[in-house]
Nanobody, 119 residues
Framework: QVQLVESGGGLVQPGGSLRLSCTASGFDFRIYVMGWYRQAPGKQRELVAK???????DYSNSVNGRFTISRDSAKNTAHLQMNSLKPEDTAVYYC?????????????WGQGSQVTVST
C-alpha cells in the first residue's frame, strides 16, 4: 500500500514557524521527487517546494528564503521548515511524491495538513 503520511500543521501567529513532515511508505522503487503543494480556499493549487534526486530544489517565489525543504531518501521522508510565516501562507499543505522526472509520471498525495497563520 502506497501512502504519504503528513504531520506538523497547526495554528501559528505571523512570524512564527512550523515544520511539516511527510513519510512515504509502500514504494518499491525510488521516489524521484518529494515536496509540498498548497491550496487555499478559492485559489488554485500551487507549488510550495520540491526536492528531486540529486538534491535539486525548487521553491515558489512567495516562500523562497523563508521555507527550506530537506529529504532523507533512505527513509523516504521529507521535511518542510517554514519560518517567518505570513497570513498568506494559510492553506492546506499536501505532501506529494513522484516516481519519475516527468510531470506525467505516477504521483501520490498525502492527506493534507492545515496551516493557519493568524493573530
Amino acid at each position: 500500500q502506497v501512502q504519504l503520511v503528513e504531520s506538523g500543521g497547526g495554528l501559528v501567529q505571523p512570524g512564527g514557524s512550523l515544520r511539516l513532515s511527510c513519510t512515504a511508505s509502500g514504494f518499491d522503487f525510488r521516489i524521484y521527487v518529494m515536496g509540498w503543494y498548497r491550496q487555499a480556499p478559492g485559489k488554485q493549487r500551487e507549488l510550495v517546494a520540491k526536492e528531486s534526486i540529486g538534491r535539486s530544489t525548487d521553491y515558489s517565489n512567495s516562500v523562497n528564503g523563508r521555507f527550506t525543504i530537506s529529504r532523507d531518501s533512505a527513509k523516504n521522508t521529507a521535511h518542510l521548515q517554514m519560518n517567518s510565516l505570513k497570513p498568506e501562507d494559510t492553506a492546506v499543505y499536501y505532501c506529494y511524491a513522484r516516481l519519475g522526472p516527468s510531470d506525467y509520471d505516477a504521483e501520490y498525495w498525502g492527506q493534507g495538513s492545515q496551516v493557519t497563520v493568524s493573530t
